[in-house]
């Protein structure tokens, strides 16, 4: 089973300068960052391996990014279908590169929002 805890205790030692607060809510690990927004990461306990993870920044600047694998049939045209990647919004797609195991994958997510929020 995942460890949550050890995931946010990651989170919170590798980027502190970005992550305010974390919680665990039933099947997922939520972030609170800096600058209000928050990232939520989930990974299902019913299909090993589907995940979604997900940066709430519409009350910040109308976005939202979100890298998950639930095999939406719209995407199944691209090479990392299921993985796919919602950049912006939620229907702006793209290919997802990231990868599948949870502490690499937080640690990306967690660079890249480091990157946007500067």
Partial sequence: MLDL???ARLAVSEFPEIVASTAIIRTKLRLVLQDGSYIDFWWSRRTQGRFAYHWERTLVDGTIY??????HIQWRGMASFPKHYHNGAQQNVTESDISDDPEQGLRQFLQFAAKMIG
């Fill in 66 to 71: 979100r890298h998950d694998n639930l095999p």
């Fill in 5 to 7: 805890e050890r995931l």
